[in-house]
Structure formats: C-alpha cells, structure tokens
DNA sequence: TGCAATTAACTTGTGTACGAGTATAACAGA
DNA sequence: TCTGTTATACTCGTACACAAGTTAATTGCA
C-alpha cells in the first residue's frame, strides 16, 4: 500500500486540499465551502426544486436537505410550495440570500484562479479533462 | 459559477468517485474505504503510535481516534501503552487483524488497478503529478 | 377507473473531516 | 529545580456523504 500510487488516497488529499483552501476563503462570508457552492448554484437560477438543485450540485437528497435547513435558518433561502407539483418545492434566495450568492460566486471564483494559478495553462487542461474522464468512465451503480 | 470549470467542485465529485469506487470494492471485507487504507498502512508496520500513523495516513488525530476505537471494536487492533512515553500509545496488530490486513492491502491494490485502467500511461502519470504538484504547492494553513 | 410503480422531500443512523479544547506527560531554559 | 512550552491522545460539536427507509403525491398502465 504506497499512498503515492494510491489514486484513492491522493484523490482524497486532493479534495482535502481544495477543500480547506476554498473553505478558508469562504469563511469571511461565514458559509462553509458546500454552502457557498449552493449559493452560487442559486445565483444562476433560482426558484429551483430540491430535486432539480440537487442534480445541479450533483448532491444527495439526504445531504441538500440538511444544507438547505442551515441556509434556510441563515435568511439565505425560502422554502415554498410548488403548486405545480405538491411533493416538490421551490427553492427562493431572500433579499440577503441573493446579495450572499453574488458574493458566494465571486470569491469561488478567485479562490479558483488562485488555486489554479499554481498550475501551468496544459497541467489545469490536463486535470480537468482527465477528471471528466474518469467520471465520465466510471460506472456509478 | 461554472461547476466545470471549479476545480473544487471537480475535485470533490472526483474524491466521491474513487471511494465510492473503493468503498464498494472493500464492502465484501466489511470495512470502509479509511479503514481498509488505515489497516494497509498498518500492514506495512504495526506497532505504531497514534501519531506516527497518523502522519503516515495524513489524518488528524480526532479522526483517527474514531477511526481506531471501531478497528478495535472489531478486534482488528489493540491499543497498548508505550512505557518509553507515556502519552503515547502503540497500535498492534492481532492475529485476525494482520489478515484482514493482507486482504485489505490487495482488495486496494485490485481496486487502483480497476479504477486506473480507464487512463492510459501517460493521463495516469500526468494526475498524480498535477495532485502531487498542488498538494506540495498549496500552502497548509 | 383503479392500482402498482415511481418520484419528491425528508428522516435516521453511521462514518469521516476538522476546529477547538482538555488532561497528562515530556522537555527546555533560567 | 521550577516553570513555561510543546506533544500525545482524547472529547465535543458541527458539517457533509451516503445507505436505507418513510410519507405523500404523481404517473402509467391494464
């Protein structure tokens, strides 16, 4: 078990490594890193189900439901009901949410190219296109 | 906020991937993907502190002491004073634990094979290097 | 029309990541 | 020696990932 020829354990440290990095950046809006992705998923388009946000942002249920609960305590986001479909809701940014979302996308954005500024233009090319593939490739169940 | 080209995003659906991936491959040990990557470690050398293994698994202490308490409730591991410091502690191996340990080391090794086959040579050598390049780059904390 | 299958959102339980803090032990310098 | 610092392992609390199961609403089909 060599860690580095582990793609489990480098893929893993990776993420890690992203994710504190993007969660440091975040922290001065008080949102945690998959918070702020939420918000800036809604600052493309809100008035989104659960279900479709959750497709979205690739996220369980289980696991947006209690995201959305702490948004939604925050003043960030509204539960409604969907007329059109009553087991579904509408996701709505409050006033503060909308303005958190902008900001949300903003510092994503430059925690990305600061991120990625350690990387030459072929290596962030490389690694984003061989992510894809495996992701792509790989069969999920 | 393009989720395609967010490189946290990547890598985090990229990390759920692979220990989805992992995680079903050592299910039939009945272990999760940390405790299968812990126990390979430990496959190598036992007979460690807490800490030493921790610097080898790159986790912190409060996840690993977790991650022990169920590896010892399993009866795969004992925890047993270190009379050279007496703060530390020495992890060992049992006699079921050093199987499940061999077993654990090649279910992981099939699985990296599995997973990496989808990439060829050269995608292969190029993630490791880019992940191995940011995570020497990424200043922590 | 009636009923089975599906879907949406939620709940529960387990495992892991991690910040913060604790008690004990070891150590280093005055 | 005494004292302040550091190190080890632990606990606690919060957030997320995910499997499994629930309830209610919708849909598809005989």
């Known amino acids: 078990m060599d860690k580095v020829d582990c793609i489990f354990f480098q893929l893993s440290k990776a993420y890690q490594l992203g994710n504190r990095f993007l ?38 249920s289980a696991t947006l439901t209690g995201i959305l609960d702490r948004l939604e305590a925050a003043g960030f986001i509204e539960r409604r009901g969907n007329p059109d479909d009553r087991r579904s809701i509408h996701i ?16 994503i954005a430059e925690a990305n190219t600061d ?24 069969t999920r169940s």
Chains 1, 2 share one sequence.
């Open 23 to 60: 969660t440091q950046k975040v922290s001065e809006l008080n949102l945690t890193s998959v918070q702020a992705m939420i918000l800036g998923f809604l600052d493309q388009e809100d008035q989104v189900t659960s279900s479709e946000l959750g497709k979205r942002a690739e996220l369980d």
């Open 92 to 107: 709505h940014l409050t006033k503060k949410g909308k303005t958190m979302a902008r900001e949300a996308a903003r510092v």
């Open 115 to 138: 991120f990625l500024q350690i990387l030459n233009e072929n290596e962030k090319h490389d690694l984003l296109n061989i992510i894809e593939k495996l992701r792509h490739e790989i």
